[in-house]
């Protein structure tokens, strides 16, 4: 069975940051692009972040360029997405993706 699971989310003021983690499990997603969306209530789900199989090809939401960062580690089969001067518009739920899977998804709430 094929598993993302993110972890990471949480409660911080706004100029804060945080760092997600996905864990993939069940198959191998190292020569996959992997990817972050976010939904904020009662708004559609939306791009964060990609970072393609070897990290060569990043690309980001104009609302988060400068702010946010990918990476991934293929030998845990991991991808991370670090956020700083984090605002309370960031506030969603942020899922993992690569082609068809997603994960459950993390909460980030951003207080101001």
């Known amino acids: 069975q094929v598993q993302l699971v993110e972890s990471g989310g949480g409660l911080v003021q706004a100029g804060g940051s945080l760092r997600l983690s996905c864990t993939a499990s069940?198959?191998?997603?190292?020569?996959?692009?992997m990817g972050w969306f976010r939904q904020a209530p009662g708004k559609e789900r939306e791009f964060v972040a990609r970072?393609?199989?070897?990290?060569?090809?990043?690309s980001f939401a104009d609302s988060v360029k400068g702010r946010f960062t990918i990476s991934r580690d293929n030998a845990k089969n991991a991808v991370y997405l670090q956020m700083n001067n984090l605002k309370p518009e960031d506030t969603a739920i942020y899922f993992c993706?690569?082609?068809?899977?997603w994960g459950q998804g993390t909460q980030v709430t951003v207080s101001s």
């Open positions: 069940g198959r191998s997603f190292s020569t996959e692009t």
């Open positions: 993706n690569s082609r068809l899977y």
């Open positions: 970072i393609t199989w070897n990290g060569g090809v990043k």
